[in-house]
Structures are given as C-alpha cells and as structure tokens.
C-alpha cells in the first residue's frame, strides 16, 4: 500500500543531476531511499534518521544527498554525476528508528509507487 508520492524522475545522460522528491505525508524517525533495476533486487541507497546525519550506499557516496524537510513534510534525493548504473526505479520509504538501524527493506513500512530514473551512456 503506498502511502508517499515521489516525482523527480527522467531520463538523462550520464554525467547528468535529477532532484527526487517524496512526499510523506506526515514526519517518520527513518525516511530514505531504494532502488531497483530491472531483474536485481531492491537495494538500499541512503537513508536519513530523524536525529542523525544521513547514510548512504558505497555505490553512491560522494554523489548522491538526501534532505528532509520536515515542516514540509518532504524528503528529497539530489543525484549528481550520474551513472547508467544508477537507472533503475527509485523508491521512497519511511518507518521507525529500527529500520535506520538495519536499512532492510522489509523493516521500512511505508513505500511510495516509485518514480523512474533512467541513465544513457
């Protein structure tokens, strides 16, 4: 059942920068995000938690930063430096301070519908 609204998403050159935005709905300790390509699994990109600093996956460190906005009740994704790597569709989540602890996908509660990031060489 998705309960967020991401946007954001498109289809660009490598090299390029896209800005994802989710819209929550309400304020979650954890919020981050995962991806998907086609036939891999759902991975874990970065994650933010209500009282820390954010945390990301190797693959996107240095390029990728996540924010929140808790007045607005939006969590966003700015993506630079683009690989074809990073095509794939990008979900938002939200849950508890747990699933900031374990960044398991099956620990996060509330998904979005996901928005489509597609990187050309």
């Known amino acids: 059942r998705a309960q967020l609204v991401e946007s954001g998403g498109g289809s660009l050159q490598a090299g390029g920068s896209l800005r994802l935005s989710c819209n929550t709905f309400g304020v979650y300790d954890c919020m981050g995000w995962f991806r998907q390509a086609p036939g891999k699994e759902r991975e874990w990109v970065t994650a933010?938690?209500?009282?820390?600093?954010?945390t990301y996956a190797e693959s996107v460190k240095g390029r990728f930063t996540v924010s929140r906005d808790n007045i607005k009740s939006t969590l966003y994704l700015q993506m630079n430096s683009l690989k074809p790597d990073d095509t794939g569709m990008y979900y938002c989540a939200a849950g508890g301070s747990a699933a900031c602890f374990s960044l398991r996908y099956t620990d996060f509660p509330y998904w979005g519908q996901g928005t489509q990031v597609t990187v050309s060489s």
């Open positions: 933010i938690h209500v009282g820390d600093g954010p």
